[in-house]
């Protein structure tokens, strides 16, 4: 599946929307949706991922991944930029070496794609397609994204986020070890605790603020209407709007999820019904 499996929370606001089985090389794509051109490039682009990173195709996060699959979206909307901005503006914007794989809510997850397509679009226009395409040979020889990227773009993942942030106005996180530091004293010490929520009031990312980011989530806020799909509000009017960006996932919305479901289980019991009818024909009393 291009989405990893999440908590009965997440999954209840989220609608899987294209599912690739890189062994096979197969899609599975929702074809009553109006997007379903976007849906079906990002898919396809995940195949062609998996094929690039070959063994080491466990090795890639889902940041690098999805964020790839966005960029070939060939029918993108300005949903996932909505949702980035949306994430920087509420402080939710998480270091990208939390971003091995998505989870949270429904609303992280989206963010977290808006970033995602965000940090490979930088990738790209800044040090080029062939660059990324000389990643993927170094990674299967590495196992590792780090020595990938270092050995590629001279940094690991903290020195992309932290090149990242700078490019987009952000105040860059502090390292990974003093980051989990951060994390540890603040459980660890309530005082901490309590002065980390003050220096996250501010106007800028700092290092107390870049741990809320990684272990926190902020109440529901009126702002959660402009969320893209998959981002589904609290009092569930977010379906209404109709937003679907073309990616793995969108939001549930109301009565139509069934038809959606039934329709979906139809079609992946359609084999089995296949391989089961000649038995039945075989059996049948009255021929």
Excluded at 119 to 131: A, H, I, N
Aim: charged share 20%.
């Amino acid at each position: 599946s291009a989405l990893p499996f999440r908590s009965q929370a997440v999954s209840e606001g989220l609608q899987t929307q294209g599912m690739a089985f890189s062994n096979e090389r197969v899609l599975l794509v929702h074809g009553f949706d109006p997007t379903v051109t976007g849906t079906v490039s990002h898919e396809f682009t995940h195949l062609l991922v998996a094929e690039a990173a070959g063994k080491a195709y466990a090795q890639v996060p889902s940041w690098l991944n999805e964020g790839l699959a966005e960029y070939g979206n060939v029918d993108p909307t300005d949903d996932y930029e909505a949702a980035l901005r949306y994430g920087i503006f509420t402080r939710r914007i998480k270091p990208l070496w939390y971003l091995s794989s998505f989870g949270g809510t429904p609303e992280d997850i989206i963010i977290a794609y808006g970033q995602a397509r965000s940090v490979v679009q930088y990738m790209l226009d800044t040090y080029g397609p062939d660059r990324m395409a000389a990643l993927f040979p170094v990674l299967q020889r590495t196992l590792n994204i780090d020595q990938a990227l270092l050995e590629v773009y001279g940094m690991d993942q903290f020195g992309l986020d932290s090149a990242w942030r700078k490019f987009m106005g952000l105040e860059p996180l502090p390292s990974p070890e003093e980051l989990e530091s951060q994390l540890d004293e603040t459980t660890e010490s309530p005082d901490s605790e309590s002065s980390g929520a003050e220096e996250s009031s501010g106007d800028t990312e700092g290092a107390t603020g870049a741990a809320d980011e990684a272990t926190s989530m902020p109440g529901p806020t009126p702002g959660a209407e402009g969320q893209p799909a998959g981002a589904e509000g609290d009092d569930g009017q977010e379906s209404e709007g109709g937003l679907n960006s073309p990616g793995c996932s969108a939001p549930a919305s109301g009565s139509g999820n069934v038809s959606i479901g039934l329709g979906m289980l139809l079609l992946l019991s359609t084999p089995l019904g296949l391989v089961a009818l000649p038995r039945l024909r075989r059996r049948w009393p009255f021929r």
